[in-house]
């Protein structure tokens, strides 16, 4: 196996090829790209959890240092000015010295308002890549310059394709992500409430609440009906019925976004609709392959939770065909399949057909798909198929002529387990897939 240092090296090349591509298509001279700036709450003195520009850390794994400056030609060796000053107030990093330092030419930054006095001086055509547009006019940088979305969507659109350190670090996310999970689920079937089973997770991962890649879903119950749930009830409930956990993990700035749902009787119905979605899931991977929309596959899944449903007795007495073409799936699963995964949870380039930003959107059908690509080797995606008993989408329903067609007495049987969601991540080959969570075998 490559080493670490070896696998940045040549993720490095990849990077810096793209960058001559892009900067001699838009005649520009550099790219300059800024970490970011912490922001302060308002009215008050302290700052917001700080988050790197995506764009930044695709160079260096750099997460967590406001303040820093990244001058790249696509030729000579990147030119990091890394913000150490000195502070006796907070924790100042030193100079990085790790696997991917001898790649890059490092500058300390004692204070960040002297960026101007370190850069080049021949900055008009250059482009700024970063979150904070105001300091770029201060350094010089053209308003044209400024995030061009020719350049944006060019950056955004390449990094759908993984290089192999990209998919070193996606793998080793996982491996984290695996572990709290783990811990997460021996916490719910003791009897922990939501506030405690994600101390375990975050405690079994070692990150802290602001270094996880999104709120963690921690829901029991009627709680997993609502898909982005982030409450975390201090007390556990009387009866323990289901638990749904969405949590992942960072390495390097890259992302793990795995989902799974248990129940607490393991003979119950809901136990038994798991079990289904989890082989519909699986099912559902196994037939990935190059060349295909990714919307094919969102279909595809319609039409197994069709199955699911006639096979519960959930929805009787209309065909699998007609369920899906008069969407009698889409109350049970109203959220797209998945999402393209990466430096940011939801990656970029999800609606993007060619590096020029040519966007599809998502079928009107399914509005909240957030991906039309057709796959390609190197691409990297979650699925995450569910199913769920959520009363504001199921009321329009109950009446008009497929209100009979809907046993309203199994649905209301299962409202207090809340809904199941199976997530696993996916890279696409040249033949087949790779599926990073499951060959760590977490259930």
């Known amino acids: ?53 995506p764009q930044f850390k695709a160079w260096l794994p750099v997460t967590n240092v406001p303040n820093c ?5 696509g030729v000579n060796k990147p030119k990091l000015w890394f913000y150490s000053p000195v502070d006796y107030w907070h924790n100042v990093e030193p100079l990085p010295q790790s696997f991917w330092t001898d ?25 700024y890549i970063g ?53 997460a689920k021996e916490a719910f079937l003791s009897g922990m409430s939501e506030f405690d089973i994600n101390i375990a997770y975050l405690s079994a991962t070692g990150h802290r609440d602001i270094d996880v890649p999104y709120g963690n879903i921690v829901a029991l119950n009627e709680h997993a009906a609502v898909l982005h749930y982030t409450k975390l009830d201090h007390l556990p409930p009387e009866q323990p019925r289901s638990f749904l956990l969405d949590a992942g993990t960072e390495y390097n700035g890259y992302a793990a976004d795995l989902t799974r749902s248990y129940a607490y009787d393991p003979g119950s119905d809901y136990a038994k609709l798991i079990q289904d979605m989890n082989a519909e899931e699986l099912a559902l991977i196994a037939t990935l392959k190059a060349g295909v929309r990714y919307t094919d596959y969102h279909q595809q899944m319609h039409q197994r939770l069709a199955k699911l449903l ?68 190197r691409m990297v995606l979650t699925i995450e198929p569910g199913i769920y008993f959520i009363e504001s989408l199921l009321a329009p329903w109950r009446e008009g002529k497929f ?13 207090p387990y809340g809904g199941i969601r199976i997530e696993d991540n996916v890279v696409i080959r040249e033949q087949g897939v790779e599926n990073m969570t499951r060959d760590l075998k977490l259930d």
């Open 1 to 53: 196996m490559e080493s670490l240092s070896a696998l940045y090296q040549e993720h490095l090349k990849t990077l810096q090829a793209r960058a001559q591509q892009v900067l001699a298509r838009y005649k520009l001279d550099a790219m300059l790209i800024h970490s970011g700036e912490l922001l302060t709450v308002f009215l008050d003195d302290h700052d917001y959890p700080f988050k790197v520009n």
């Open 310 to 377: 006639v096979k519960h007795q959930l929805v009787t007495g209309i065909s699998e065909e007609a369920m899906v073409a008069e969407n009698l799936t889409g109350p049970f699963m109203p959220h797209g399949v998945g999402h393209p995964l990466g430096l940011q949870v939801h990656d970029v380039a999800g609606f993007m057909q060619d590096e020029h930003g040519t966007h599809l959107a998502p079928p009107q059908q399914y509005p909240f798909l957030r991906c039309t690509r057709i796959l390609e080797p």
């Open 131 to 183: 979150p904070v547009p105001e300091r770029a006019v201060q350094l010089g940088i053209k308003a044209a310059a400024i995030n061009p979305k020719e350049v944006i969507d060019f950056l955004h659109y390449h990094r759908s394709y993984k290089t192999d350190y990209e998919l070193h670090c996606l793998r080793e996310a996982q491996k984290t992500a695996v572990v709290g999970h783990r811990a």
């Open 103 to 127: 790649e890059i030419d490092i500058t300390a930054l004692k204070k960040a308002d002297e960026i101007g006095q370190l850069l080049p001086a021949k900055r008009e055509n250059v482009a």
């Open 403 to 415: 209100s009979q067609h809907f046993d309203w007495a199994r649905i209301e049987a299962l409202k």
């Open 69 to 73: 400056w990244l001058w790249v030609d």
